[in-house]
Nanobody
Framework: QVQLVESGGGLVQAGGSLRLSCAAS????????MGWFRQAPGKEREFVAA????????RYADSVQGRFTISRDNAKNTVYLQMNSLKPEDTAVYYC???????????????????WGQGTQVTVSS
C-alpha cells in the first residue's frame, strides 16, 4: 500500500510558476513509477507527466512539454512537478499517482496506476 499526499497548489498569475510535491508513505518508493495527472472542471482527468522509478526516464504531455519538469527524490519519498510559464488553461486539480514497476518504465496511462493522492488545486489567472 502507498499513500500519496500532494501539496504546493495555489493561485498564480499567468506566466508564473508553482512547484507541486507529492509525498509517499512506505519504504519501497523507489520501486514505483510515478505520474502527475490533472482534471479541469467538466473535463476528464488527463496525463501531465510521468517518471520512472529511479528518475532516469520521463515523459510529458504535449501541452506541458518544455514548461513543466517532473523529478523525484527517492531518499525523501517525494515526486515533484515544477510548473513554469503557467497558462489559464493549466487550471485544474492536480493528482499524483503511483504504480509498482519492475523496470524503468514511464506510464502515461491513467488506468495503469494503482494509487492516487487527493489532489491539489492549481488556479492560473489571466
Amino acid at each position: 500500500q502507498v499513500q500519496l499526499v500532494e501539496s504546493g497548489g495555489g493561485l498564480v498569475q499567468a506566466g508564473g510558476s508553482l512547484r507541486l510535491s507529492c509525498a509517499a508513505s512506505g519504504r519501497t518508493f523507489s520501486t514505483y513509477a510515478m505520474g502527475w495527472f490533472r482534471q479541469a472542471p467538466g473535463k476528464e482527468r488527463e496525463f501531465v507527466a510521468a517518471i520512472s522509478r529511479r528518475g532516469g526516464n520521463t515523459r510529458y504531455a504535449d501541452s506541458v512539454q518544455g514548461r513543466f519538469t517532473i523529478s523525484r527524490d527517492n531518499a525523501k519519498n517525494t515526486v515533484y512537478l515544477q510548473m513554469n510559464s503557467l497558462k489559464p488553461e493549466d487550471t485544474a486539480v492536480y493528482y499524483c499517482a503511483a504504480r509498482f514497476a519492475d523496470f524503468a518504465v514511464v506510464v502515461p496511462f491513467l488506468s495503469e496506476y494503482d494509487y492516487w493522492g487527493q489532489g491539489t488545486q492549481v488556479t492560473v489567472s489571466s
